[in-house]
C-alpha cells in the first residue's frame, strides 16, 4: 500500500486520534493535570510509535512534523477527551478500548510503512510492532508507570500478529484493503479477548502470580 493513498492517510490518522483520547483519558483518570498536560501527555501517546518508526526509517522529517494533520487530529484527540472524559461514568473501559484500537490501527500502518520503505517482511513486523506500542509506553513513562508491554496480557503480542497478517499479506500480492483490515481486527480481537479473560503472555516458571 502506498503511504501517500487517502486510505493509509485515513487509517493512521485514526490511530493518531484513538491514542491521544487514549492518552488524555487516562491523564484524566490517573494524574492531576491541566489542560496542557492532559493535551500533551494525549499528543504524546498519539504520535510517539510514529516518530519512533520513521527515525528507524531513516524517513526525516517525521511524518507528524510534515504533515499538519498528524498534529492537529492528536490536539483535537486530547481537547475532546478534556472536555467530556469526566462526563464518563467510567473511564477505564473506554480507555482499554480506544488503546486496543490505536494498538490495531498502528501495527498495520507501521508494517505498510515500513514495507513502503522497502524493508523485508521480518522488519516490516517489527516496526509495525515498535510503532503500535511505542505512543503507550511513552505515556506510560511520563506518569511513572511500568509501561503496559512489559506488563500488561497480550499486549505486544496481537501488534506482532497484526503486523505479521498485513505484512505477509502485502508481500504476497494480496488485495491490501482487505488484509488491512483483517489485520487490524485480528488485533484487536486478540488484545480485547486478553483483556475479557484475563489471558496473560507465557511467564517464567515459578513467577505466575508474584
Known amino acids: 500500500m502506498d503511504t501517500a493513498s487517502p486510505l493509509f492517510l485515513t487509517l493512521d490518522l485514526a490511530g493518531v486520534f484513538a491514542f491521544a483520547l487514549n492518552g488524555a483519558l487516562t491523564a484524566i483518570r490517573l494524574t492531576r493535570l491541566d489542560i496542557v498536560g492532559v493535551v500533551t501527555l494525549g499528543m504524546c501517546t498519539a504520535i510517539g510509535g510514529g516518530i519512533i518508526r520513521d527515525v528507524i526509517l531513516d524517513a526525516l522529517p517525521p511524518a507528524t512534523f510534515s504533515d499538519w494533520r498528524y498534529l492537529t487530529v492528536a490536539t483535537v ?30 501495527a498495520v500502518t507501521g508494517a505498510l510503512k515500513a514495507l513502503d520503505h522497502d524493508m523485508g517482511v521480518a522488519q516490516a513486523v517489527i516496526l509495525g510492532t ?51 483490515l483483517v489485520a487490524a481486527a485480528a488485533c484487536f480481537s486478540i488484545r480485547m479477548a486478553g483483556v475479557r479473560y484475563d489471558i496473560n503472555a507465557p511467564t517464567p516458571p515459578g513467577r505466575r502470580g508474584t
Open 77 to 106: 484527540g486530547g481537547l475532546v477527551a478534556f472536555a467530556f472524559g469526566r462526563s464518563l461514568d467510567r473511564l477505564t473501559k473506554p480507555i482499554i478500548v480506544l488503546d486496543a484500537a490505536g494498538l490495531s490501527l498502528f
Open 130 to 180: 515498535v510503532t503500535a506500542v511505542g505512543g503507550g509506553t511513552v505515556r506510560d513513562v511520563l506518569i511513572r508507570e511500568v509501561p503496559a508491554v512489559l506488563t500488561s496480557g497480550l499486549y505486544a503480542i496481537p501488534a506482532l500478529i497484526g503486523a505479521a497478517v498485513v505484512a505477509r499479506a502485502s508481500a504476497a500480492g494480496l488485495a491490501e484493503v482487505p488484509a488491512a
